[in-house]
């Protein structure tokens, strides 16, 4: 029976030492947590960071723009009919109002002898019948049917030789042929192309700005338009549209005409448009690599109190490295310039110098 009982006095005392060993380890992991956590807390990221300055700014607006023709046009029918002649050939030249094709005329040919056989006729009746009401022979009802079948006559008349005449295809303006859809003896409807005509004697780009460099834009301004991929080749053109509302991306269409002398620049290529300069004037700089994301939604993290403060802006024009910016921060505030990735609002950190 003792021997029992020091038995279970044993098991206990070994129970209450593990236990207690185990509490031991336990605490001391926390305390090491917390040491770790408070390191943590305590840890700033390293960044660089730029003062945003007051400075001259004088930039020359440079874009990337597609070479497109002036005008172009799709040439269809305005009536359904059998193609039975063609003239303009892929890459031919017409002049405006050539004909380049007609459709077949036949049958709208003998309906027009046919009516003017028939208005001939409803003329003299309109001349007798006119005579015979001032002298009383007939009555007003019957002159008046008369007449109505000559005018209505008159009118076919005029559709069928306004059909004859639409039965020919003739060019819009001055042009070339680039696309042809047709062949001879093809039958073509309204609405179905034939042939595209293009003219290339003036050639233009769309560039799209912001609103900053839109705002530096006027129309009539001179532009020179560099086409390194035909042979350095640069003409000078002028704006001859600007967009009056942003679009989508908050850029604004600014469409820039130029001449093509003998179509020696071929369309379809790309270019680049530069504006001249705007002028050099003081404003509101910072470095572009401090912007986070794109300029369509700008923000940048402020240097505030040893802390990354996020702060949503205004941007400007671009040139050199640098961004001008509009609205949202002070001449003297300081912007982080690297290391954005690693930010959120409010996140410490440690200004470094550059070396």
Request: net charge neutral; aromatic share 6%; no cysteine.
């Amino acid at each position: 029976m003792k021997k029992r009982t020091i038995f279970f006095i044993v098991v206990l005392v070994a129970l209450a030492v593990l236990a207690t060993i185990r509490l031991v380890s336990n605490k001391k992991k926390i305390n090491e947590q917390k040491e770790i956590s408070m390191v943590d807390a305590n840890f700033k990221i390293p960044v660089n960071v730029a003062e945003a300055a007051i400075a001259p700014f004088g930039s020359t607006i440079t874009k990337t723009v597609s070479v497109n023709p002036n005008r172009e046009a799709k040439i269809m029918v305005s009536q359904p009919g059998q193609i039975v002649k063609w003239n303009a050939e892929l890459g031919a030249r017409v002049a405006q109002g050539a004909v380049m094709g007609h459709i077949d005329i036949k049958q709208t040919q003998l309906k027009l002898n046919s009516a003017e056989l028939a208005l001939k006729r409803l003329e003299k009746d309109y001349k007798r019948y006119s005579e015979l009401l001032e002298g009383g022979g007939v009555t007003e009802v019957n002159f008046d049917e008369v007449k109505f079948n000559y005018e209505n006559t008159k009118i076919q008349v005029d559709q069928l030789k306004q059909q004859l005449e639409d039965s020919y295809v003739r060019a819009p303006f001055t042009g070339v042929v680039t696309m042809k859809m047709i062949e001879l003896g093809e039958f073509a409807n309204p609405g179905s192309p034939l042939a595209i005509l293009t003219d290339v004697s003036s050639l233009k780009v769309i560039a799209r700005l912001n609103e900053a460099e839109a705002a530096s834009v006027k129309e009539g301004d001179k532009v020179t338009i560099n086409l390194g991929a035909q042979g350095n080749q640069s003409a000078e053109g002028r704006v001859t549209y600007i967009a009056p509302r942003a679009d989508a991306a908050r850029s604004f269409e600014v469409e820039i005409v130029f001449p093509n002398p003998g179509g020696k620049i071929k369309a379809g290529g790309f270019a680049t448009a530069s504006f001249g300069a705007t002028g050099e004037e003081n404003v509101l700089l910072i470095p572009r690599t401090a912007i986070v994301e794109s300029l369509k939604d700008p923000y940048v993290y402020m240097l505030k109190d040893g802390k990354a403060v996020r702060r949503n802006i205004k941007a400007g024009r671009e040139a050199n490295g640098f961004i001008e910016v509009l609205e949202g921060i002070q001449p003297g505030e300081k912007v982080i310039t690297t290391g954005q990735i690693n930010l959120e609002d409010g996140t410490p950190v440690e200004p470094v110098e550059k070396k």
